[in-house]
């Protein structure tokens, strides 16, 4: 293009009028009309655009190798960082598996949990001793730094499992003696209604009719007993429903209620 300027510049006349800038300008856009018009690509040179597509290609290919969130570290402390990632997962869903509710009216289901418990505090007890000793072998601050931080998390998760078998253990305790009360005046129930329902006919004996009679005295004269028995069972329902979230409560609840509702049935005979 300098060379289309300069042969312009000296065929241009001594008295034209029109100036040698103008006929540059002109001369330039001829040669766009002819070229076509300048793209982004034209004004990169060939050796460059070169090096950028290879930067750019080298750039996404780190990006894909490695995770900014991941420090960088050698061959053995980078394994160990993938395995105390690996660790805090596993720690995670212990605790949550810990948490899990159970039935304050199934005493089986408690004592289970109380063992599941246990099991995994214990688990975590012999976890803990791995990552000391991958903060021990470690050299970068990082990892060191991210073990300790795991141990005492684990430490936080075995005490909490500790507590939690606890109170399971006292759960079921309590479940068992409200199970055996609850039982107990049911099956009194029970009998009361057969003895109560039992049909008679002319053919019924003077002596069957004696032994019936006798059997619903007596459960006339056990009834205070048993309206004790069921406040008995009430209040200890009332207290475990007090004492235990609420979560954990949703079946006692509904036989407490099933139980008083069938005793107004029963008196109402």
Sequence with gaps: ??????????????????????????AFQDMIEEDGELTDEDTVEPEYQG???????SS???????????????????????????????????ERDASLTVDLADTAAIR?????????MDHIRMKIMDVVGIQDASAADVVKHKARELIEDMDRVAKQCEKRRATLMQMAEHSRVWNAAHDAIELWMQNADS??????????????????LTAIENLIG????????IKDVNAKGNSML????????HSLSHELSKLNMRWSKFNDK
């Design 60 to 94: 996404a290919k780190d990006e894909e190798k490695h995770d900014p969130r991941i420090p960088l570290l050698n061959a053995r402390d980078s394994a160990n960082w993938q395995s105390l990632t690996q660790l805090r997962h596993w720690l995670n869903e212990l």
């Design 112 to 120: 289970d949990m109380a063992n599941t418990v246990q099991g995994i």
């Design 1 to 26: 293009m300098e060379i289309s300027c300069v042969i312009i510049t000296r065929i241009l006349p001594a008295s034209s009028s029109i100036s040698p800038t103008i006929f540059m300008v002109l």
């Design 195 to 212: 003895v109560i329902g039992s049909k008679r006919t002319e053919e019924t004996s003077d002596a069957v009719m004696r032994e019936e």
């Design 222 to 229: 056990e009834l205070d007993q048993k309206k004790e028995a």
């Design 242 to 249: 007090d004492t235990y979230t609420r979560d954990e409560a």
């Design 51 to 57: 090096r950028l597509e290879s930067v750019t290609t």
